[in-house]
């Protein structure tokens, strides 16, 4: 199957460094939770999918594409077991 997603960059942010890839609505298949918000992101919603440029990739993570651009301004939680 042909994955159509978006092209893969760096962005450096006051948390750091990190890989971003941008997923199109066409390419969402799966529910993911996000970790800026807790809630849900639907299959078929266009999503920004981020980890640390460093490491295997396990810490990717699905974010809502706004709730990855209002990162920097949310106070942290705890992180999740």
Same mark, same amino acid.
């Given at each position: 199957?042909?994955?159509?997603?978006?092209?893969?960059?760096?962005?450096?942010?006051? /948390?750091?460094?990190?890989?971003?890839?941008?997923?199109?609505? %066409? %390419?969402?298949?799966? *529910?993911?939770?996000?970790?800026?918000? %807790?809630?849900?992101?639907?299959?078929?919603? %266009?999503?920004?999918? *981020?980890? &640390?440029?460093?490491? /295997?990739?396990? /810490?990717? &993570?699905?974010?809502h594409s706004s709730c990855?651009?209002? +990162? @920097?301004?949310? @106070?942290p939680r705890a992180p +999740? &077991?």
């Amino acid at each position: 199957m042909l994955r159509i997603t978006g092209g893969q960059r760096r962005e450096n942010g006051p /948390d750091g460094e990190w890989v971003t890839r941008r997923i199109p609505g %066409a %390419a969402a298949t799966k *529910a993911y939770r996000c970790p800026g918000c %807790a809630q849900e992101i639907p299959p078929g919603m %266009a999503h920004v999918v *981020a980890w &640390r440029p460093y490491g /295997d990739g396990g /810490d990717r &993570r699905h974010w809502h594409s706004s709730c990855w651009e209002r +990162r @920097s301004r949310r @106070s942290p939680r705890a992180p +999740r &077991r």
